[in-house]
């Protein structure tokens, strides 16, 4: 059996969508796997140099839960739809996916490009969600996937299960790909800290989840007191952030990485504290104790998922998905003593 799932996008959804994937690995052992994807994303399936992935398509330390993965250009795409450049690279993507003769294609996405990406794929079986996000999606799809758990790895499951026809549970081991580069620069930026040390990530998708940066500062602060240093996960266009958290803040440091090197970082470090953001989802998905601050999203339907994880949030905090620049009412009723109990809590630091 050969398998296409579609999730272009973006860090946390792609690894919300990873425990089914792994589930149907565990489920279907010898079934070829692929994935396609955007390409500023790769990075959380494969450590391979770009294109080797579908030559090679063995699974390894370095691309350990697909055969194969292809990069999609669905962001230019968009801003150049009719350009002589965007027409190729379609008509090539389609030519790749269309040699592969995939049996299922399942869309995690539950978009119309997405959708159509699995509907050019030319699968004989087409899944996806009942209701998904954008609805004229379904139109596309031959097999419609009802959805009624309220974790998204739990629908990502219930889509993979409708497709194959056999129940397929999230699994609780995720791999993710292994880079000898990356692990060495982990271990170059550890060595500078204390042995058991923190990760803060202070940014998110929109200002709204954003809980105040002096606040996250506070933390690192009372973390320091207990011999625990804090590293400051700096996103694209988030040094600004990171750096006011450092503030005042000796034992507090800024690193701006890669995704592979995320990943090996994280790996290393004894708890790991933001909001509802992609970083957060990779801990939690990487077994490492996870403070969670929600605001106006929905931890039951998108918060950590295995674990150990403390998830705060504030019952006056009410579901919005604008995208609004301050934060949340709701947001800041949590305190910095609540951040700090639970993550020491965590950590088995006595407070």
């Known amino acids: 059996m050969r398998v296409l ?3 272009l996008s973006a860090m946390g959804d792609i690894i919300h969508a990873m425990p089914a994937v792994a589930g149907l690995r565990e489920a279907f052992p010898d079934c070829e796997i692929d994935w396609a994807i955007e390409e500023r994303w790769s990075s959380l399936l494969t450590a391979l140099p770009d294109g080797s992935s579908t030559s090679s398509r ?4 370095e691309q350990p839960l697909v055969n194969a993965v292809h990069s999609v250009h669905m962001r230019h795409w968009r801003r150049t739809p009719f350009s002589n450049n965007t027409l190729r690279e379609i008509r090539a993507l389609r030519a790749q996916l269309r040699s592969a ?36 999606a379904r139109w596309l799809y031959n097999v ?8 998204v790895i739990e629908q990502a499951a219930e889509i993979v299960s409708a497709s194959v026809g056999r129940p397929i549970s999230p699994s609780e081991q995720v791999p993710f790909p292994h880079s000898p580069a990356a692990e060495q620069w982990a271990e170059d930026i550890t060595r500078r800290v204390s042995t058991q040390f923190a990760i803060i990530n202070p ?17 690192a602060s009372a973390l320091a007191k207990h011999g ?8 694209p266009g988030e040094n600004k952030i990171a750096q006011e958290v450092c503030r005042g803040n000796p034992n507090a440091h800024v690193v701006e990485c890669s995704i592979l090197q995320l990943i090996a970082l994280t790996q290393r470090s004894a708890l790991f504290v933001g909001g509802d953001t992609g970083p957060v989802h990779l801990a939690s998905a990487l077994n490492i104790p996870v403070v969670a601050i929600f605001g106006p999203t929905d931890p039951a339907r998108n918060g950590p998922y295995a674990g150990r994880f403390t998830v705060l949030r504030s019952p006056e905090s009410k579901r919005d998905h604008s995208r ?17 109990d639970a993550a020491l809590r965590l950590l088995g630091v006595p407070a």
């Open 5 to 7: 799932i579609v999730r």
């Open 58 to 61: 063995t699974l390894s330390q």
């Open 101 to 136: 003769h995939y049996d299922h294609v399942i869309d995690l996405q539950g978009a119309i490009r997405s959708a159509l990406l699995a509907r050019i794929s030319g699968a004989k079986v087409r899944a996806g969600a009942l209701h998904p996000r954008e609805l004229p």
């Open 144 to 151: 419609k996937a009802h959805t009624p758990a309220r974790h």
């Open 203 to 219: 940014g998110t998708g929109w200002g709204a989840k954003r809980w105040p940066s002096e606040r996250y500062g506070a933390l």
């Open 228 to 235: 625990i240093d804090s590293l400051v996960n700096a996103g």
């Open 324 to 340: 609004r620049t301050e934060p949340e009412a709701g947001l800041l009723n949590i305190t910095v003593e609540q951040v700090t």
